[in-house]
């Protein structure tokens, strides 16, 4: 069995812990923020208040399993070294696999939501040549970024957290004042499987936390930071999401229509300067969501690699910036790949499918971590963690079994090509040795 103590020694604890939990609130506040109000509008009415509370709740179980789980190693790789310690090799390829793929499938979605938004100043950025080049240009410049060094990404990641976190909250108080209750109508409760779709596309929304494992290995005190930092971090934005969610409803009028509901509902309750500023406030918090995605996403295939499950030249670092340059080069380009043939509804729904996947397989790690000998004792423990271990993994289930056939299939096919690379790996390292 690898050392499942390592701490990644080539890379930099750059990250502190109040990095670290504006990394998971950047992470957090993106696309689901600016998009979902009227896509859940559209599927469960006010409803929709009530699903953001069941969401919120099976997140918060997942994160407890997530915490202790987490606080029980320093290095880098998030779920996939968590999975691949507890349950072996192939599953923890898969986890990594798809996780990287998940990440690959939420930037898409955002960057999709950024030209959407972008388009409101310049109509032909939504189309053609126009939005494959802002795509491009995005892309680029986040990729450059990162491959700088992770101090100055994190400090950037920071700062934009802390705009988008002041501008949002700014949206939810103000709006507050101008929310209508006659707005708040409770029509028949929604079918099952539209109010099970609502709950399904929020988890989206809430996600976030399980991105910002990945790069432990560069934060500092990593056993400690990260489960102190998931806590504080969702708690956070759970009150906000909510908040956001009834300024929406209480404010405009035709929230199931509105492609920016953000903006519109501004629009509605200060007149166009609001609309405006919400709408630069909404590419500011794609801007930083993008950012964070492209933090975080390479490392993943570095620390695959680094385990031999992948090519080893993808845990090259670069001997003055030590970042994973040949990983981030190869997430950016496929990263836009998909935000130029893609959607955002659809990337935003593959990434949630793959995420509910190893968020269960995740919690499923904890009893059988506590089981075991041969792993680090863990730093934080959750009380009842068997209990929550397994209503987590049961709702997580129930998630899954509600998606569409489009998405399952494409996981599955996803996954199966997971199985042929890692039986190709396999292959050469036999041949190797």
Known sequence: MADTTSSSPVLLRGIGRYDFIALIINITIGAGILGLPTKLYALAG?????????????????????????????????PYLYT??????????????????????????????????????RPQLATGWERTGLMAALVTSLAILNYI????????????????????????????FFVKSTAFAWPPFPSYASFSQTVLLLIFT?????????????????????????????????????AVQIVCIGTLPNLGSSERPLADAARQFIGPAGGWFITIVALL?????????MLTGPRLLFAMAEQGQLPNWLAATHPRFRTPYSAI?????????????????????????????????????????????????????????????????????????????????????????????????????????
């Open 46 to 78: 006010t409803w929709s208040l009530l699903a953001y509370g069941v969401s919120a709740g099976i997140v918060t179980l997942i994160i407890l399993c997530f915490a202790e789980v987490s606080s029980r190693f320093s290095g880098t790789g998030g």
């Open 84 to 121: 691949r310690i507890a349950f072996g090799p192939l599953v923890g390829f898969e986890v990594g696999w798809l996780f990287w793929l998940s990440r690959i499938a939420a930037f898409a979605s955002i960057c999709n939501l950024f030209v959407s938004y972008a388009a409101l100043f």
């Open 149 to 176: 060094g992770v101090q100055r990404s994190a400090r950037v990641n920071t700062l934009f957290t802390i705009t988008k976190l002041l501008a949002v909250a700014l949206f939810a108080a103000v709006g507050l």
């Open 206 to 242: 809430f996600s976030g936390f399980d991105v910002a494992t990945i790069p432990s290995g560069e934060v500092q005190q990593p056993q400690r930071t990260v489960p102190l930092s998931l806590l504080v971090a969702i708690g956070t934005v759970a009150v906000l999401f909510m």
């Open 285 to 293: 918090t794609a801007l930083g969501t993008l950012h964070a995605l």
């Open 329 to 433: 080069l190869i997430t950016a380009i496929l990263q836009l790949l998909l935000a130029v043939t893609g959607t955002f509804l659809y990337a935003l729904t593959l990434s949630t499918l793959i995420r509910i996947a190893y968020f269960a397989l995740t919690c499923a790690a904890l009893p059988v971590f506590r089981r075991r000998a041969n792993v680090p004792p863990a730093q934080f423990r959750v009380a009842g963690g068997w209990l929550i271990s397994a209503l987590a993994v049961v709702l997580c289930l129930w998630l899954l079994s509600n998606s569409s056939g489009r998405e399952a299939r494409d996981v599955a096919i996803a996954m199966a090509a997971g199985l042929v690379i890692f039986g190709l790996m396999n292959r050469r390292q036999r041949r190797d040795n």
